[in-house]
Structures are given as structure tokens and as C-alpha cells.
T-cell receptor, first 118, second 110 residues
Framework: NAGVTQTPKFRVLKTGQSMTLLCAQD?????MYWYRQDPGMGLRLIHY???????AKGEVPDGYNVSRLKKQNFLLGLESAAPSQTSVYFC?????????????????FGQGTRLTVV | AQSVTQLGSHVSVSEGALVLLRCNYS??????LFWYVQYPNQGLQLLLK??????LVKGINGFEAEFKKSETSFHLTKPSAHMSDAAEYFC????????FGAGTRLTVKP
């Protein structure tokens, strides 16, 4: 059982380049999330999805786009990378974060992608 | 909007001493609350979660947390720290999405 898998694990980009981070989960989870982690700031939510074909903005969405064409995949895109986007990116998934539904609401995390923009 | 605040970015304790990591939440509806642990160069692992079934929640590795609605708190405790507990700990609140605190780095001295 792979859980949540992120690719790539490391990447160095030049300013202005574009790239896509892939997140795949095999737990049939409805909700998927993209976070960035920066020292002293914890995890900040970039975008999330509550189901296939849906996406929503989180706390820090600017400069990023996402797509959820298949339930098991959640892609994070950087159209024109900037040094401020240097960070560690984490993908997570959960059955449901709706307080009305179920109890399996904890998020399962991937191992992270370390991105450096120079 | 929901949020959590973790008091203290760094906590240092001696091995065998009590661990207390503080978390206060803000939520307009009854929250789901979580504590996660992150070891160096790894993702986050769930320690425990509060989902309104009981106010005192026991998690893995001897950790527990108590939900106090009147204080809007969900502090994490462990009676006796072990060297292997050294890590970063995150409190999180979930409603329509999941929001994390800034984290508390726990150092355990021999």
C-alpha cells in the first residue's frame, strides 16, 4: 500500500521556468491538498480539492495552479517559477474533512518535494 | 475562518520530564483537531485526533491531548520525554479544509 506518493522528490528550477508536481493516492480519498512548508511558518495551504474535477484556493494560492482530472491524482503547477517559491511542498489526502461526515478525517501525507528556484 | 496558534516555536525538556506543547484553536463550528509529528526530512505522521467522541484523546508513543472548549485549547502532553520524541509537532484544525499551526520544535536533553 503506497499511500500518498509525490514526484519528483527534488527539483531545481531557474526563475521563469515552469513545472508540475504530481501527487497520487491509492486510498480512494475524496479530499486532496497541497501545502508548502517554510521555516517558522508551518504548513500553509496552497490549493485543495474536495473531489474529482473540483479545486479551491487555500491560504497562499498565488503563482500556483492545480488540476484534479482523476480522483487519485492532484497536480500542482508553477507557470513561471520565482525564488519566493523555493520551499518544501507536501501533498496530502483524506476521506473527508467535512465535520458532518464520518470520522476518518485525518490527512495522510506524502514525503515531500524539495523545490529550489534560482 | 478556522485557525490554530501554537505557543512557543521551540520547547526544550530533559529526558524523563513532562512534555507540554500548547495549541489554541479558532473555529466557528465544532472542530476536528489533530496533532501531527514530523521527523527530519520526512512527511507528517498523525499522533492523535479529536472528533468529539471524548475530550481526552490518547495517541501513539504515549502522547495525549485534552480538548477544552471553554479555553479553545488542545494541548499535547507526555508524562516522560524520551530522546526519540525530538521532532517538530504541528497542531491542525479541520472543517472544510485543514489548517496547521506554525509548529513547535521539541528538543530532548539527556
Amino acid at each position: 500500500n503506497a499511500g500518498v506518493t509525490q514526484t519528483p522528490k527534488f527539483r531545481v528550477l531557474k526563475t521563469g521556468q515552469s513545472m508540475t508536481l504530481l501527487c497520487a493516492q491509492d486510498m480512494n480519498h475524496e479530499y486532496m491538498y497541497w501545502y508548502r512548508q517554510d521555516p517558522g511558518m508551518g504548513l500553509r495551504l496552497i490549493h485543495y480539492s474536495v473531489g474529482e474535477g473540483t479545486t479551491a484556493k487555500g491560504e497562499v494560492p498565488d503563482g500556483y495552479n492545480v488540476s484534479r482530472l482523476k480522483k487519485q491524482n492532484f497536480l500542482l503547477g508553477l507557470e513561471s517559477a520565482a525564488p519566493s517559491q523555493t520551499s518544501v511542498y507536501f501533498c496530502a489526502s483524506s476521506y473527508s474533512s467535512d465535520a458532518w461526515v464520518g470520522t476518518n478525517t485525518e490527512a495522510f501525507f506524502g514525503q515531500g518535494t524539495r523545490l529550489t528556484v534560482v | 475562518a478556522q485557525s490554530v496558534t501554537q505557543l512557543g516555536s521551540h520547547v526544550s525538556v530533559s529526558e524523563g520530564a513532562l512534555v507540554l506543547l500548547r495549541c489554541n484553536y479558532s473555529s466557528s463550528v465544532p472542530p476536528y483537531l489533530f496533532w501531527y509529528v514530523q521527523y527530519p526530512n520526512q512527511g507528517l505522521q498523525l499522533l492523535l485526533k479529536y472528533t468529539s467522541a471524548a475530550t481526552l484523546v490518547k495517541g501513539i508513543n504515549g502522547f495525549e491531548a485534552e480538548f477544552k472548549k471553554s479555553e479553545t485549547s488542545f494541548h499535547l502532553t507526555k508524562p516522560s520525554a524520551h530522546m526519540s520524541d525530538a521532532a517538530e509537532y504541528f497542531c491542525a484544525v479541520s472543517n472544510n479544509d485543514m489548517r496547521f499551526g506554525a509548529g513547535t520544535r521539541l528538543t530532548v536533553k539527556p
